[in-house]
């Protein structure tokens, strides 16, 4: 079965100091990924994704990821962030299961906190 | 506005007692899904539905039912048998069905949430 790890459960920054936040995922076929994010008190929404192509994707806000397959990676990276990105980050994965269907499966989760 | 409505936002359940989570969406999607999510454990999925009239088991499904009788409704109900039923709850949908090859049909659209707790 797949799954996600995200390495850092609670990152705390200063504003303008740059973030990464790890995802590593165990599926050794073709995969989409995705990262979402969760303002308090909001939805989450889609943050950026990586289907296929160029495996530096760049999303709203900022962001961006790197897809590195030989590492099973899809880090998030932002060069400065602000105190608005304080949220929780979700790596996820989505890839064939055993039924023929595609399933997305969810990282525990990163809360960022920013200090302005 | 296109988009999922999750009601009610806070919901208190009685001991023994069966509670309702409405997942409304008007996106003309066909897929619908709901995820639980509690800290420190992501979200993990409790059933999905690929069309009206279908729904399987995620990976938590014990404790929990759902219907899906028309294709922009999809309700969970959290039954007796749910014995740690206090998380949030979220429901999701996608335009595709999920099936075949991936494309940008699989991203997945969020409603706002129910936070489910016990009396």
């Known amino acids: 079965a797949q799954s996600v790890s995200q390495h850092n459960h609670h990152v705390i920054l200063s504003e303008a100091a740059s973030l990464e936040l790890g995802c590593n995922y165990s599926?050794?076929?073709?995969?989409?990924l995705f990262w979402y994010v969760q303002y308090p008190g909001q939805h989450l929404q889609l943050l950026l994704k990586?289907?296929?192509?160029?495996?530096l994707v760049k999303g709203i806000k900022g962001f961006e990821a790197e897809f590195i397959k030989s590492k099973f990676s899809f880090n998030l990276r932002k060069p400065s962030v602000q105190w608005s990105d304080t949220a929780e980050y979700f790596c996820a994965v989505n890839a064939p299961n055993s039924g023929g269907y595609q399933k997305v499966t969810f990282g525990i989760g990163t809360k960022l906190q920013v200090i302005p | 506005d296109g988009g999922i409505t999750q009601s009610p936002k806070y919901l208190f359940r009685k001991e023994g007692q069966n509670v309702t989570l409405s997942c409304e969406q008007n996106?003309?999607?066909?897929?619908m899904y709901w995820y639980r999510q509690d800290p420190g454990q992501g979200l993990r999925l409790i059933y999905y539905?690929?069309?009206?009239?279908?729904?399987q088991k995620g990976d938590i499904a014990e404790g929990y039912s759902v219907s899906r009788e028309k294709k922009e409704s999809f309700p969970l109900t959290v039954t007796s048998a749910q014995k740690n039923p206090t998380a949030f709850y979220l429901c999701a949908s996608t335009s595709g069905r999920m099936a075949g090859e991936v494309t940008a049909k699989n991203i997945q659209y969020f409603g706002a949430g129910t936070r489910l707790s016990v009396l």
């Open positions: 599926y050794g076929g073709t995969v989409n």
């Open positions: 996106l003309n999607h066909d897929a």
């Open positions: 990586y289907f296929s192509g160029d495996p």
């Open positions: 539905s690929q069309i009206v009239n279908d729904f």
